[in-house]
């Protein structure tokens, strides 16, 4: 029989190209079907001209900066995923992991065993040497996730965070934050440890009252396919206030699928569906917008 080309798991078609070029700044080639090269020219057959490539664990970190050394349109970003640090410290006690191929390989890695504070110590060290590479522009996906990790996960992940936000500050990189159900926390912790110069909230999930806090402490948001969702009102409102000097788009493809095509994969060829929507919701149009999240793109990871 033909394939439904409306299918679930089908890609989405090509959108209109835009007519300013923008940067994907985070999404997760290693999760995506067909090659690097299929996937980068592809989106910028539509625009998208430049991609932040982020690694979760320790072999998506490595492979995130190979690629970026081999690709000119790629940049890196290491680190180990709020959810990664539990998994270390504690094994993988009951939904502490991340979901499938949330990580750096194609396939997620099976329950480990617990290697307590000193794996987590050696696995920092390597993100450490990771980060100090040119083509590695961002220390990040870290922060704070306690949508899949319980109490017993939360101090690997603070201790993991800090470290993280130091390591971007000694090497002069963005920050790169993953924050899920655990804002005021994260927040707390930024002021208590010295935010770097350069902060981005990836997959902006606060309100806009949170924007408004952001906004004052000079940190990015940068907003994803969900700002499309019709029960993300929030993230729209959020979007409205946020400073546009403040503002990137993403994909973290190959989830967070924009509306019409929620629910298929994602890549990075789909950022102009995001980009139209939010020039919508900030009234503006698109061009203006492209050229305002190109340009904070590049100054946020300094390419």
Not at 243 to 271: C, I, K, Q
Request: glycine share 10%; proline share 7%.
């Amino acid at each position: 029989m033909p394939s439904n080309a409306s299918g679930k798991n089908d890609a989405p078609p090509l959108p209109a190209p835009l007519r300013v070029p923008v940067a994907d700044s985070h999404t997760h080639l290693d999760m995506q079907s067909g090659t690097v090269e299929e996937g980068l020219a592809k989106a910028a057959s539509v625009g998208v001209t430049t991609v932040v490539q982020v690694g979760c664990d320790l072999k998506g970190s490595r492979w995130a900066a190979e690629t970026a050394a081999a690709h000119d349109c790629v940049h890196a970003a290491v680190a180990l995923h709020p959810n990664e640090a539990p998994r270390i410290v504690l094994g993988d006690p009951g939904g502490a992991s991340r979901p499938p191929g949330a990580g750096g390989g194609r396939s997620r890695q099976g329950a480990r065993e617990a290697g307590g504070d000193a794996a987590l110590d050696e696995a920092l060290a390597e993100i450490d040497r990771l980060a100090a590479l040119e083509q590695v522009k961002g220390v990040g996906e870290t922060g704070l996730d306690y949508f899949r990790t319980g109490p017993e996960g939360k101090d690997a992940q603070e201790r993991s965070f800090r470290a993280h936000i130091e390591i971007a500050k000694r090497h002069g990189k963005a920050l790169v934050i993953h924050d899920r159900e655990a804002h005021e926390d994260v927040l707390r912790i930024l002021k208590e440890e010295g935010a770097p110069e350069r902060t981005v909230f990836h997959c902006y999930s606060g309100d806009a009252d949170m924007a408004e806090i952001c906004a004052r402490e000079g940190y990015f948001m940068s907003f994803a396919g969900n700002v499309t969702f019709k029960n993300a009102q929030n993230l729209r409102d959020a979007l409205a206030v946020a400073p546009l000097e403040l503002v990137l788009v993403e994909t973290d493809a190959p989830f967070l699928t924009p509306s019409p095509y929620r629910g298929r994969p994602n890549a990075p060829y789909l950022v102009p569906v995001t980009v139209r929507a939010m020039a919508a919701v900030r009234g503006i149009d698109e061009d203006a917008l492209a050229a305002a999240v190109a340009a904070n793109t590049a100054r946020a990871f300094q390419y």
